[in-house]
């Protein structure tokens, strides 16, 4: 299980490096202090009137081998949040 704080803060940072990031030249630290409304994420055409949120909140949550309380609604609601933030929130349920 990954249980402390600094392996969920780099499971989370390496999630959105490969999901908003991949390919960019960007490092860990700027990844962490990236605001979720600052995300690049966008629509799938395949997906419509799914969040483009969606499959990013489903990749986080499997930073835990447990039950966590994260949807796209949190992460809307709480836009201003950093990527750093969220691993905060997700280590949190696991304490």
């Known amino acids: 299980m990954t249980n402390s704080s600094n ?48 499959p990013l909140v489903i990749k986080l949550k499997k930073c835990v081998d447990i039950s966590i309380d994260l949807s796209v609604d949190t992460l809307t609601s709480h836009s201003t949040w950093t990527v750093d933030d969220v691993s905060q929130y997700i280590n949190g349920q696991t304490i």
Do not use: H, W, Y
Request: net charge positive; glycine share 6%; charged share 25%.
């Open 7 to 54: 392996e969920i803060r780099n499971c989370v940072r390496a999630k959105v490096r490969a999901f908003c990031f991949a390919g960019a030249q960007i490092t860990d630290d700027e990844i962490g202090k990236t605001k979720i409304s600052d995300l690049p994420l966008s629509q799938n055409p395949n997906m419509p009137g799914v969040s483009p949120m969606q």
